[in-house]
Protein backbone atom coordinates (compact mmCIF):
# COMPACT_ATOMS: atom_id res chain seq x y z
CA UNK A 1 0.00 0.00 0.00
CA UNK A 2 1.34 3.23 -0.33
CA UNK A 3 1.44 3.76 3.51
CA UNK A 4 4.56 1.23 3.05
CA UNK A 5 7.86 3.49 2.39
CA UNK A 6 9.89 1.66 0.37
CA UNK A 7 13.81 0.85 1.84
CA UNK A 8 16.21 0.23 -1.07
CA UNK A 9 16.90 -2.93 0.52
CA UNK A 10 12.80 -3.52 0.66
CA UNK A 11 13.24 -6.92 -1.91
CA UNK A 12 14.93 -8.27 0.41
CA UNK A 13 13.75 -7.74 3.54
CA UNK A 14 10.87 -9.27 5.65
CA UNK A 15 7.34 -7.66 5.39
CA UNK A 16 6.90 -6.04 8.44
CA UNK A 17 3.45 -4.10 9.51
CA UNK A 18 5.52 -0.92 10.94
CA UNK A 19 8.91 0.20 10.80
CA UNK A 20 10.70 -0.34 13.90
CA UNK A 21 10.85 2.84 15.61
CA UNK A 22 12.73 4.50 18.80
CA UNK A 23 9.51 6.10 20.01
CA UNK A 24 6.80 3.96 21.79
CA UNK A 25 2.83 4.36 21.77
CA UNK A 26 2.63 2.74 18.65
CA UNK A 27 0.39 0.34 19.23
CA UNK A 28 -2.07 1.99 21.61
CA UNK A 29 -2.54 4.58 19.89
CA UNK A 30 -3.11 2.82 16.54
CA UNK A 31 -5.80 0.14 18.68
CA UNK A 32 -7.69 3.95 20.08
CA UNK A 33 -7.50 5.53 16.74
CA UNK A 34 -9.01 2.16 14.72
CA UNK A 35 -11.43 1.57 17.04
CA UNK A 36 -12.94 5.22 17.40
CA UNK A 37 -12.96 5.24 13.45
CA UNK A 38 -14.82 2.25 13.39
CA UNK A 39 -17.21 3.25 15.95
CA UNK A 40 -18.10 6.89 14.59
CA UNK A 41 -17.36 6.50 11.03
CA UNK A 42 -16.73 3.36 9.61
CA UNK A 43 -19.61 1.09 11.16
CA UNK A 44 -22.25 4.03 10.48
CA UNK A 45 -21.55 4.38 6.49
CA UNK A 46 -21.23 0.73 6.27
CA UNK A 47 -25.08 0.41 7.24
CA UNK A 48 -25.45 3.48 4.70
CA UNK A 49 -23.70 0.75 1.86
CA UNK A 50 -25.88 -2.42 2.68
CA UNK A 51 -29.21 -1.04 4.28
CA UNK A 52 -30.57 -0.10 0.95
CA UNK A 53 -30.48 -3.65 -0.45
CA UNK A 54 -32.84 -4.56 1.95
CA UNK A 55 -35.93 -3.19 -0.43
CA UNK A 56 -34.12 -5.29 -3.58
CA UNK A 57 -32.03 -3.73 -7.02
CA UNK A 58 -35.45 -3.10 -7.92
CA UNK A 59 -36.44 -1.02 -5.34
CA UNK A 60 -33.27 0.58 -4.94
CA UNK A 61 -33.39 1.71 -8.42
CA UNK A 62 -36.98 2.90 -8.04
CA UNK A 63 -35.86 4.44 -5.24
CA UNK A 64 -32.84 6.53 -7.54
CA UNK A 65 -34.46 6.94 -10.48
CA UNK A 66 -38.31 7.88 -9.42
CA UNK A 67 -39.01 11.78 -11.00
CA UNK A 68 -38.61 13.40 -7.90
CA UNK A 69 -35.60 11.61 -6.81
CA UNK A 70 -33.69 12.35 -10.32
CA UNK A 71 -35.01 16.47 -9.91
CA UNK A 72 -33.80 16.38 -6.75
CA UNK A 73 -30.03 14.76 -7.37
CA UNK A 74 -30.21 17.51 -10.93
CA UNK A 75 -30.94 20.55 -8.57
CA UNK A 76 -28.01 19.24 -5.75
CA UNK A 77 -25.44 18.61 -8.21
CA UNK A 78 -25.95 21.55 -10.74
CA UNK A 79 -26.41 24.33 -8.38
CA UNK A 80 -23.07 23.08 -6.25
CA UNK A 81 -21.39 23.11 -9.55
CA UNK A 82 -22.54 26.29 -10.86
CA UNK A 83 -21.99 27.97 -7.52
CA UNK A 84 -18.36 26.06 -7.58
CA UNK A 85 -17.93 27.66 -10.87
CA UNK A 86 -18.93 30.64 -9.85
CA UNK A 87 -16.05 30.79 -6.76
CA UNK A 88 -13.53 29.54 -9.24
CA UNK A 89 -14.01 33.23 -11.10
CA UNK A 90 -13.85 35.70 -8.35
CA UNK A 91 -12.69 33.47 -5.70
CA UNK A 92 -9.54 33.95 -7.67
CA UNK A 93 -9.88 37.36 -7.95
CA UNK A 94 -10.03 38.03 -4.41
CA UNK A 95 -6.91 35.72 -3.97
CA UNK A 96 -5.46 37.44 -6.57
CA UNK A 97 -6.38 41.21 -4.61
CA UNK A 98 -4.81 39.40 -1.29
CA UNK A 99 -2.17 38.14 -2.61
CA UNK A 100 -0.44 40.83 -4.82
CA UNK A 101 -1.71 44.13 -4.29
CA UNK A 102 -2.00 46.09 -0.39
CA UNK A 103 -4.99 47.93 0.30
CA UNK A 104 -6.71 49.04 3.82
CA UNK A 105 -8.26 46.13 5.18
CA UNK A 106 -6.77 43.14 3.62
CA UNK A 107 -5.88 41.78 6.84
CA UNK A 108 -9.74 41.53 7.81
CA UNK A 109 -10.97 40.82 4.44
CA UNK A 110 -8.19 37.94 4.49
CA UNK A 111 -9.56 36.66 7.99
CA UNK A 112 -13.07 37.06 7.31
CA UNK A 113 -12.87 35.15 4.11
CA UNK A 114 -13.26 32.08 6.55
CA UNK A 115 -16.07 33.22 7.93
CA UNK A 116 -18.66 30.56 5.98
CA UNK A 117 -16.54 27.76 7.46
CA UNK A 118 -17.46 29.02 10.80
CA UNK A 119 -20.67 30.63 10.98
CA UNK A 120 -23.39 28.03 11.33
CA UNK A 121 -24.85 26.79 8.48
CA UNK A 122 -28.89 27.62 9.43
CA UNK A 123 -27.66 31.33 10.59
CA UNK A 124 -26.31 31.79 7.06
CA UNK A 125 -29.17 30.28 5.96
CA UNK A 126 -31.99 32.17 7.87
CA UNK A 127 -29.57 35.52 6.97
CA UNK A 128 -29.28 34.64 3.07
CA UNK A 129 -33.67 34.03 3.00
CA UNK A 130 -34.25 37.60 4.89
CA UNK A 131 -31.68 39.37 2.26
CA UNK A 132 -32.98 37.60 -0.51
CA UNK A 133 -36.58 37.34 0.08
CA UNK A 134 -38.97 39.26 -1.63
CA UNK A 135 -39.12 41.93 0.61
CA UNK A 136 -35.45 41.72 1.68
CA UNK A 137 -32.65 44.40 0.24
CA UNK A 138 -31.60 42.20 -2.35
CA UNK A 139 -34.72 40.62 -2.82
CA UNK A 140 -36.74 43.49 -3.81
CA UNK A 141 -33.88 44.91 -5.95
CA UNK A 142 -34.03 41.78 -7.83
CA UNK A 143 -37.79 42.05 -7.77
CA UNK A 144 -38.05 45.34 -8.77
CA UNK A 145 -36.73 43.53 -12.18
CA UNK A 146 -38.94 40.63 -12.22
CA UNK A 147 -36.38 38.43 -11.12
CA UNK A 148 -37.20 36.23 -8.43
CA UNK A 149 -34.61 34.74 -6.23
CA UNK A 150 -35.81 32.86 -2.95
CA UNK A 151 -37.58 29.94 -3.62
CA UNK A 152 -36.26 29.12 -6.92
CA UNK A 153 -32.96 26.97 -8.07
CA UNK A 154 -31.49 30.72 -7.90
CA UNK A 155 -31.60 30.93 -4.08
CA UNK A 156 -29.88 27.08 -3.60
CA UNK A 157 -27.34 28.39 -6.09
CA UNK A 158 -26.55 31.86 -3.95
CA UNK A 159 -26.44 29.80 -0.48
CA UNK A 160 -23.97 27.47 -2.08
CA UNK A 161 -22.18 30.47 -3.09
CA UNK A 162 -21.83 31.86 0.40
CA UNK A 163 -21.06 28.13 1.42
CA UNK A 164 -18.23 27.42 -1.03
CA UNK A 165 -16.65 30.84 -0.73
CA UNK A 166 -13.60 29.88 0.95
CA UNK A 167 -12.06 26.96 -0.64
CA UNK A 168 -11.46 28.60 -4.07
CA UNK A 169 -9.69 31.63 -2.37
CA UNK A 170 -7.72 29.58 0.15
CA UNK A 171 -6.45 27.03 -2.77
CA UNK A 172 -5.30 29.79 -5.17
CA UNK A 173 -3.61 31.72 -2.48
CA UNK A 174 -0.30 29.52 -1.46
CA UNK A 175 0.15 29.04 -5.24
CA UNK A 176 -0.05 32.84 -6.28
CA UNK A 177 2.48 33.95 -2.62
CA UNK A 178 4.89 31.45 -3.83
CA UNK A 179 4.65 31.94 -7.75
CA UNK A 180 7.95 33.49 -8.02
CA UNK A 181 8.39 36.79 -8.97
CA UNK A 182 11.33 36.45 -11.35
CA UNK A 183 9.70 34.00 -13.94
CA UNK A 184 7.09 36.63 -14.42
CA UNK A 185 10.07 38.98 -14.49
CA UNK A 186 12.14 37.17 -16.95
CA UNK A 187 9.04 36.50 -19.45
CA UNK A 188 8.35 40.23 -19.35
CA UNK A 189 12.38 41.01 -20.05
CA UNK A 190 11.71 38.62 -22.58
CA UNK A 191 9.47 40.79 -24.41
CA UNK A 192 5.76 38.87 -23.42
CA UNK A 193 3.47 41.28 -22.65
CA UNK A 194 1.28 42.02 -19.49
CA UNK A 195 -1.39 39.66 -20.85
CA UNK A 196 1.24 36.93 -22.12
CA UNK A 197 2.74 36.80 -19.23
CA UNK A 198 -0.64 35.85 -17.43
CA UNK A 199 -1.61 33.85 -19.93
CA UNK A 200 1.11 31.35 -20.65
CA UNK A 201 2.89 31.69 -17.27
CA UNK A 202 0.26 32.66 -14.24
CA UNK A 203 -2.90 31.13 -15.65
CA UNK A 204 -0.77 27.34 -16.14
CA UNK A 205 0.31 27.62 -12.09
CA UNK A 206 -2.83 28.50 -10.82
CA UNK A 207 -4.98 26.62 -13.09
CA UNK A 208 -4.85 23.54 -10.85
CA UNK A 209 -5.11 25.09 -7.81
CA UNK A 210 -8.38 26.86 -8.72
CA UNK A 211 -9.63 22.97 -9.97
CA UNK A 212 -8.57 21.82 -6.09
CA UNK A 213 -10.41 24.80 -5.00
CA UNK A 214 -13.65 24.28 -7.01
CA UNK A 215 -13.56 20.45 -6.17
CA UNK A 216 -13.59 21.20 -2.70
CA UNK A 217 -16.46 23.74 -3.32
CA UNK A 218 -18.25 21.85 -5.29
CA UNK A 219 -17.90 18.34 -2.54
CA UNK A 220 -19.25 20.45 0.10
CA UNK A 221 -21.92 22.04 -1.71
CA UNK A 222 -23.17 18.89 -2.89
CA UNK A 223 -24.82 17.69 0.54
CA UNK A 224 -24.92 21.60 2.05
CA UNK A 225 -28.34 21.59 3.95
CA UNK A 226 -28.77 24.42 6.45
CA UNK A 227 -27.88 26.87 4.27
CA UNK A 228 -30.02 25.80 1.40
CA UNK A 229 -33.65 25.10 2.85
CA UNK A 230 -35.00 28.30 4.40
CA UNK A 231 -33.63 30.22 0.98
CA UNK A 232 -34.87 27.04 -1.26
CA UNK A 233 -38.76 26.87 -0.49
CA UNK A 234 -38.81 23.16 -1.43
CA UNK A 235 -40.81 22.86 -4.16
CA UNK A 236 -40.72 19.13 -5.03
CA UNK A 237 -39.36 18.91 -8.41
CA UNK A 238 -38.34 22.91 -8.54
CA UNK A 239 -36.06 23.78 -5.14
CA UNK A 240 -36.23 20.74 -3.36
CA UNK A 241 -32.49 19.31 -2.66
CA UNK A 242 -31.02 15.65 -2.45
CA UNK A 243 -30.69 16.08 1.42
CA UNK A 244 -33.94 17.86 2.20
CA UNK A 245 -35.61 14.52 -0.23
CA UNK A 246 -33.95 12.17 2.27
CA UNK A 247 -34.91 13.49 5.23
CA UNK A 248 -38.14 13.54 4.09
CA UNK A 249 -38.11 9.92 3.00
CA UNK A 250 -37.23 9.05 6.63
CA UNK A 251 -39.85 11.00 8.02
CA UNK A 252 -42.15 8.27 6.20
CA UNK A 253 -40.33 5.84 7.43
CA UNK A 254 -38.86 4.89 4.47
CA UNK A 255 -35.29 4.05 5.93
CA UNK A 256 -34.20 1.92 2.88
CA UNK A 257 -35.27 4.62 0.26
CA UNK A 258 -33.82 6.95 2.23
CA UNK A 259 -30.60 5.37 2.20
CA UNK A 260 -30.45 4.75 -1.07
CA UNK A 261 -31.05 8.00 -1.97
CA UNK A 262 -28.01 8.79 0.38
CA UNK A 263 -25.80 6.24 -1.12
CA UNK A 264 -26.38 7.27 -5.20
CA UNK A 265 -25.27 10.70 -3.69
CA UNK A 266 -22.27 9.74 -2.21
CA UNK A 267 -21.40 7.31 -5.25
CA UNK A 268 -22.43 10.47 -7.79
CA UNK A 269 -19.40 12.37 -5.57
CA UNK A 270 -17.09 10.33 -5.50
CA UNK A 271 -17.27 9.34 -8.95
CA UNK A 272 -17.28 13.24 -9.70
CA UNK A 273 -14.35 14.02 -7.37
CA UNK A 274 -12.37 10.72 -8.95
CA UNK A 275 -12.75 12.42 -12.04
CA UNK A 276 -11.62 15.85 -11.07
CA UNK A 277 -8.33 14.41 -9.29
CA UNK A 278 -7.26 12.83 -12.43
CA UNK A 279 -7.84 15.69 -14.44
CA UNK A 280 -5.56 17.95 -12.06
CA UNK A 281 -3.22 14.99 -12.14
CA UNK A 282 -3.01 15.71 -15.91
CA UNK A 283 -2.77 19.55 -15.73
CA UNK A 284 -0.06 19.47 -12.86
CA UNK A 285 1.98 16.87 -15.25
CA UNK A 286 1.28 19.28 -18.32
CA UNK A 287 2.13 22.21 -16.86
CA UNK A 288 5.58 20.69 -14.94
CA UNK A 289 6.29 19.42 -18.53
CA UNK B 1 4.22 54.69 -11.47
CA UNK B 2 2.75 53.90 -14.74
CA UNK B 3 2.67 50.67 -16.18
CA UNK B 4 5.30 51.54 -18.93
CA UNK B 5 7.94 52.40 -16.41
CA UNK B 6 10.77 49.91 -17.16
CA UNK B 7 11.93 49.07 -13.50
CA UNK B 8 8.14 47.10 -13.05
CA UNK B 9 7.70 45.03 -15.97
CA UNK B 10 5.44 42.66 -13.66
CA UNK B 11 3.40 45.57 -11.85
CA UNK B 12 -0.31 45.80 -13.16
CA UNK B 13 -1.42 49.11 -14.16
CA UNK B 14 -3.43 51.22 -11.99
CA UNK B 15 -6.43 50.84 -13.28
CA UNK B 16 -6.61 47.03 -13.36
CA UNK B 17 -5.14 47.31 -9.69
CA UNK B 18 -8.52 49.01 -8.50
CA UNK B 19 -10.74 47.33 -10.79
CA UNK B 20 -9.82 43.82 -9.40
CA UNK B 21 -9.45 45.30 -5.86
CA UNK B 22 -13.01 46.90 -6.52
CA UNK B 23 -14.60 43.63 -7.46
CA UNK B 24 -12.58 41.33 -4.55
CA UNK B 25 -13.89 43.66 -2.08
CA UNK B 26 -17.97 43.98 -3.44
CA UNK B 27 -17.21 40.02 -3.70
CA UNK B 28 -16.91 39.42 -0.23
CA UNK B 29 -18.95 42.64 1.01
CA UNK B 30 -22.19 40.66 -1.28
CA UNK B 31 -21.63 37.32 -0.48
CA UNK B 32 -19.94 37.30 2.85
CA UNK B 33 -20.79 41.17 4.92
CA UNK B 34 -24.26 40.93 3.90
CA UNK B 35 -25.64 38.27 5.48
CA UNK B 36 -23.70 38.70 8.97
CA UNK B 37 -25.00 41.84 8.84
CA UNK B 38 -28.93 41.01 8.20
CA UNK B 39 -28.04 38.90 11.26
CA UNK B 40 -27.60 41.48 13.67
CA UNK B 41 -29.89 44.21 11.84
CA UNK B 42 -32.98 41.61 12.03
CA UNK B 43 -31.47 40.54 15.76
CA UNK B 44 -32.37 44.12 17.06
CA UNK B 45 -35.19 44.98 14.69
CA UNK B 46 -37.71 45.50 17.67
CA UNK B 47 -34.94 47.21 19.98
CA UNK B 48 -32.98 46.30 22.67
CA UNK B 49 -35.72 44.72 24.78
CA UNK B 50 -37.07 42.27 22.50
CA UNK B 51 -33.39 40.95 21.66
CA UNK B 52 -33.09 40.41 25.37
CA UNK B 53 -35.95 38.68 25.86
CA UNK B 54 -35.49 36.60 23.18
CA UNK B 55 -32.88 34.57 25.25
CA UNK B 56 -35.38 35.04 28.74
CA UNK B 57 -37.19 31.89 27.76
CA UNK B 58 -37.19 28.27 29.30
CA UNK B 59 -36.95 26.75 25.71
CA UNK B 60 -34.09 29.09 24.46
CA UNK B 61 -32.43 28.40 27.47
CA UNK B 62 -32.88 24.41 27.24
CA UNK B 63 -31.14 24.94 23.86
CA UNK B 64 -28.37 26.61 24.99
CA UNK B 65 -27.38 24.27 27.37
CA UNK B 66 -28.25 21.28 25.29
CA UNK B 67 -25.59 22.75 22.99
CA UNK B 68 -23.30 23.33 25.33
CA UNK B 69 -24.09 19.88 26.55
CA UNK B 70 -23.29 18.07 22.79
CA UNK B 71 -20.38 20.25 22.59
CA UNK B 72 -18.11 19.68 25.86
CA UNK B 73 -18.94 16.14 24.66
CA UNK B 74 -18.14 15.38 21.41
CA UNK B 75 -14.80 18.10 21.18
CA UNK B 76 -13.07 16.70 24.27
CA UNK B 77 -13.56 12.88 22.30
CA UNK B 78 -12.24 14.44 18.83
CA UNK B 79 -9.69 16.36 20.57
CA UNK B 80 -7.97 13.22 22.23
CA UNK B 81 -8.93 10.86 18.94
CA UNK B 82 -7.08 14.33 16.88
CA UNK B 83 -4.11 13.72 18.89
CA UNK B 84 -3.80 10.21 19.20
CA UNK B 85 -4.54 10.07 15.41
CA UNK B 86 -1.99 12.69 14.51
CA UNK B 87 1.19 11.09 17.24
CA UNK B 88 0.34 7.36 15.17
CA UNK B 89 0.21 8.85 11.55
CA UNK B 90 3.24 11.50 12.11
CA UNK B 91 5.47 9.68 14.48
CA UNK B 92 5.36 5.91 12.98
CA UNK B 93 5.72 4.48 9.50
CA UNK B 94 3.00 1.37 8.83
CA UNK B 95 1.16 -0.09 6.22
CA UNK B 96 -1.79 1.73 5.25
CA UNK B 97 -1.02 5.36 6.59
CA UNK B 98 -1.69 7.06 3.99
CA UNK B 99 -5.25 5.36 3.17
CA UNK B 100 -5.77 6.20 7.13
CA UNK B 101 -5.42 9.84 6.52
CA UNK B 102 -7.40 9.90 3.66
CA UNK B 103 -10.29 8.29 5.74
CA UNK B 104 -9.83 10.72 8.49
CA UNK B 105 -11.08 13.50 5.97
CA UNK B 106 -13.86 11.50 4.75
CA UNK B 107 -16.66 12.77 6.82
CA UNK B 108 -16.00 16.22 5.11
CA UNK B 109 -17.15 14.99 1.67
CA UNK B 110 -20.11 13.52 3.45
CA UNK B 111 -23.46 15.69 3.80
CA UNK B 112 -24.60 16.37 7.30
CA UNK B 113 -27.62 14.79 6.30
CA UNK B 114 -26.05 11.72 6.00
CA UNK B 115 -24.00 11.78 8.50
CA UNK B 116 -27.37 12.21 10.69
CA UNK B 117 -28.51 9.86 8.64
CA UNK B 118 -26.24 7.01 9.19
CA UNK B 119 -27.15 6.59 12.31
CA UNK B 120 -30.35 6.77 12.53
CA UNK B 121 -30.23 3.15 9.82
CA UNK B 122 -27.68 2.10 13.26
CA UNK B 123 -29.72 3.17 16.22
CA UNK B 124 -33.57 3.57 15.37
CA UNK B 125 -36.25 0.75 16.24
CA UNK B 126 -35.53 -0.14 12.40
CA UNK B 127 -31.80 -0.18 12.88
CA UNK B 128 -29.18 -3.15 13.10
CA UNK B 129 -28.11 -1.91 16.85
CA UNK B 130 -31.50 0.00 18.21
CA UNK B 131 -33.28 -3.40 19.79
CA UNK B 132 -30.62 -4.21 21.18
CA UNK B 133 -30.77 -0.57 23.49
CA UNK B 134 -34.61 0.04 23.03
CA UNK B 135 -34.64 -3.60 25.56
CA UNK B 136 -32.45 -1.83 27.69
CA UNK B 137 -34.42 1.36 28.13
CA UNK B 138 -31.53 3.39 26.09
CA UNK B 139 -32.73 5.83 23.86
CA UNK B 140 -29.90 7.31 21.10
CA UNK B 141 -32.39 8.43 17.83
CA UNK B 142 -34.62 11.36 18.92
CA UNK B 143 -32.35 11.93 22.11
CA UNK B 144 -29.24 13.26 23.50
CA UNK B 145 -26.95 10.56 22.37
CA UNK B 146 -28.14 10.68 18.65
CA UNK B 147 -27.36 14.37 18.87
CA UNK B 148 -23.92 13.82 20.31
CA UNK B 149 -22.92 10.76 17.73
CA UNK B 150 -23.72 12.78 14.80
CA UNK B 151 -22.09 16.01 16.04
CA UNK B 152 -19.16 14.33 16.68
CA UNK B 153 -18.88 12.29 13.14
CA UNK B 154 -19.61 15.98 11.16
CA UNK B 155 -16.68 17.07 13.41
CA UNK B 156 -14.33 13.71 13.61
CA UNK B 157 -11.53 15.27 11.28
CA UNK B 158 -10.83 19.02 12.61
CA UNK B 159 -8.26 18.72 15.34
CA UNK B 160 -6.62 15.99 12.92
CA UNK B 161 -6.41 17.78 10.18
CA UNK B 162 -5.10 20.76 11.73
CA UNK B 163 -1.99 18.61 13.49
CA UNK B 164 -0.98 16.02 11.34
CA UNK B 165 0.92 18.37 8.49
CA UNK B 166 2.08 20.57 11.47
CA UNK B 167 3.66 17.16 13.40
CA UNK B 168 4.81 15.93 9.76
CA UNK B 169 6.54 18.91 8.76
CA UNK B 170 7.80 18.55 12.51
CA UNK B 171 9.49 14.90 12.13
CA UNK B 172 10.55 12.93 14.95
CA UNK B 173 13.81 13.85 15.58
CA UNK B 174 13.01 15.92 19.32
CA UNK B 175 11.10 12.68 20.05
CA UNK B 176 13.42 10.28 19.39
CA UNK B 177 16.17 12.63 21.21
CA UNK B 178 13.74 12.29 24.49
CA UNK B 179 13.35 8.54 24.10
CA UNK B 180 17.03 7.78 24.04
CA UNK B 181 17.31 10.19 26.94
CA UNK B 182 15.28 7.71 28.50
CA UNK B 183 11.75 9.61 28.47
CA UNK B 184 8.93 7.08 27.74
CA UNK B 185 6.05 7.70 25.89
CA UNK B 186 3.63 9.85 27.78
CA UNK B 187 6.16 12.03 29.20
CA UNK B 188 7.45 12.44 25.40
CA UNK B 189 4.25 13.13 24.52
CA UNK B 190 3.34 15.57 27.05
CA UNK B 191 6.86 17.99 27.15
CA UNK B 192 7.74 17.64 23.56
CA UNK B 193 5.12 16.84 21.54
CA UNK B 194 2.58 18.89 22.90
CA UNK B 195 4.22 22.20 23.56
CA UNK B 196 5.32 22.46 19.70
CA UNK B 197 1.92 21.78 18.42
CA UNK B 198 -0.27 23.71 21.11
CA UNK B 199 -1.32 26.55 19.11
CA UNK B 200 -2.23 24.09 15.89
CA UNK B 201 -3.97 22.44 18.64
CA UNK B 202 -6.12 25.59 20.23
CA UNK B 203 -6.85 26.51 16.53
CA UNK B 204 -8.14 22.66 15.95
CA UNK B 205 -10.14 22.87 19.01
CA UNK B 206 -11.77 26.09 18.36
CA UNK B 207 -12.65 25.54 15.08
CA UNK B 208 -14.20 21.98 16.13
CA UNK B 209 -16.26 23.47 19.00
CA UNK B 210 -17.70 25.91 16.79
CA UNK B 211 -18.66 23.45 14.12
CA UNK B 212 -20.00 21.18 16.95
CA UNK B 213 -22.27 24.42 18.16
CA UNK B 214 -23.79 25.16 14.89
CA UNK B 215 -24.39 21.72 13.53
CA UNK B 216 -27.50 21.76 11.77
CA UNK B 217 -28.07 19.09 9.00
CA UNK B 218 -26.58 15.46 11.13
CA UNK B 219 -28.40 16.66 14.31
CA UNK B 220 -31.79 17.90 12.59
CA UNK B 221 -31.87 14.04 11.50
CA UNK B 222 -31.34 12.27 14.76
CA UNK B 223 -32.93 15.19 17.37
CA UNK B 224 -36.73 14.36 16.36
CA UNK B 225 -37.41 18.26 16.93
CA UNK B 226 -38.48 18.01 20.79
CA UNK B 227 -39.04 21.95 21.86
CA UNK B 228 -36.92 22.59 25.39
CA UNK B 229 -35.61 18.86 25.09
CA UNK B 230 -33.72 17.69 21.68
CA UNK B 231 -33.41 21.35 20.16
CA UNK B 232 -29.84 22.43 20.06
CA UNK B 233 -29.21 26.24 19.40
CA UNK B 234 -29.20 26.11 15.19
CA UNK B 235 -32.72 23.63 15.55
CA UNK B 236 -34.24 26.59 18.03
CA UNK B 237 -33.30 28.79 15.50
CA UNK B 238 -35.04 26.81 12.91
CA UNK B 239 -37.98 26.13 15.02
CA UNK B 240 -38.59 29.46 15.84
CA UNK B 241 -37.96 31.05 12.33
CA UNK B 242 -40.50 28.78 11.03
CA UNK B 243 -43.01 30.09 13.60
CA UNK B 244 -42.69 33.87 12.29
CA UNK B 245 -40.82 34.60 15.63
CA UNK B 246 -37.86 36.35 13.44
CA UNK B 247 -36.79 38.64 16.10
CA UNK B 248 -35.95 35.93 18.57
CA UNK B 249 -34.49 33.67 16.14
CA UNK B 250 -32.17 36.08 14.94
CA UNK B 251 -31.40 36.77 18.28
CA UNK B 252 -30.07 33.24 18.73
CA UNK B 253 -28.60 33.22 15.39
CA UNK B 254 -26.59 36.36 16.36
CA UNK B 255 -24.92 34.62 19.67
CA UNK B 256 -23.32 31.66 17.25
CA UNK B 257 -22.85 34.13 14.62
CA UNK B 258 -20.37 36.17 17.64
CA UNK B 259 -18.95 33.01 18.49
CA UNK B 260 -18.26 32.72 14.79
CA UNK B 261 -16.56 36.26 14.58
CA UNK B 262 -14.44 35.49 17.88
CA UNK B 263 -13.18 32.24 16.08
CA UNK B 264 -12.03 34.03 13.02
CA UNK B 265 -10.53 36.81 15.47
CA UNK B 266 -8.47 34.16 17.22
CA UNK B 267 -7.40 32.28 14.52
CA UNK B 268 -5.95 35.48 13.06
CA UNK B 269 -4.37 36.47 16.08
CA UNK B 270 -2.90 32.74 16.39
CA UNK B 271 -1.79 32.37 12.63
CA UNK B 272 0.65 35.94 12.83
CA UNK B 273 2.09 34.16 16.11
CA UNK B 274 2.17 31.26 13.86
CA UNK B 275 4.01 32.89 10.94
CA UNK B 276 7.05 34.24 13.48
CA UNK B 277 7.14 30.68 15.31
CA UNK B 278 8.24 29.00 11.90
CA UNK B 279 9.81 31.29 10.79
CA UNK B 280 11.70 30.79 13.77
CA UNK B 281 12.23 27.25 13.09
CA UNK B 282 13.08 27.74 9.92
CA UNK B 283 16.61 29.89 10.82
CA UNK B 284 17.48 27.35 13.12
Redesign the interface.
Known amino acids: ?5 ASPAGAAKRWR ?3 P ?6 WP ?2 G ?2 AV ?2 SL ?6 A ?2 VL ?1 PWEIGIDGVWRAVSSERTVAALRLSFGAAAVAAAVNAV ?1 GT ?2 A ?3 V ?2 E ?1 PGK ?1 V ?20 A ?2 YAPN ?3 GAAFGAHDIRIAYTPIGVMIAL ?2 IG ?1 PFVVRAVQPVLADLE ?1 EV ?2 AA ?2 LGAS ?1 WR ?1 IAQVIWPSIAPAMLTGFSLAF ?2 A ?5 SVI ?1 IAGNLPMVSEIA ?2 L ?2 IR ?1 EE ?1 D ?1 AG ?2 AI ?1 LA ?2 VI ?2 AL ?1 FALNALHAFMIRRGGA | MT ?1 RSPAA ?2 R ?1 PAWL ?1 WT ?2 T ?3 A ?2 V ?7 L ?2 FV ?1 ALRKGEAAFFASFNEPAALSAIQLTLLVTAISVP ?1 NTV ?1 GL ?2 A ?2 IT ?10 TT ?2 D ?10 G ?6 Y ?1 V ?3 FGPFFAERGIEIIFAVPGIV ?1 AT ?2 VT ?1 PYVARELIPLMQQQG ?1 DE ?2 AA ?2 LGA ?3 R ?2 FLVTLPNVKWALTFGVL ?1 CT ?2 A ?5 AV ?2 VSGHIRGQTST ?3 H ?2 IL ?1 NEYN ?1 VA ?2 AI ?1 SL ?2 LF ?2 V ?3 V ?2 VLESRFEAELAAADRT
Open positions: MAGAVFRESALGGFSFFVYMIVLIPLALRFIVWALRYFRVDAFVDLPFALPTAVAGIALSIGILVFFREEATRTARVGEYGFPLIILFYAAGMLSFL | APTDKLIVALYVVVLALPLAVELFTAWAKFEFVGKSFLLILPLSVSPVIALVYVLLSHGWLTLFTEAATGPWTFLARMGEFGSVMPLVEYFAFALAALTLARA
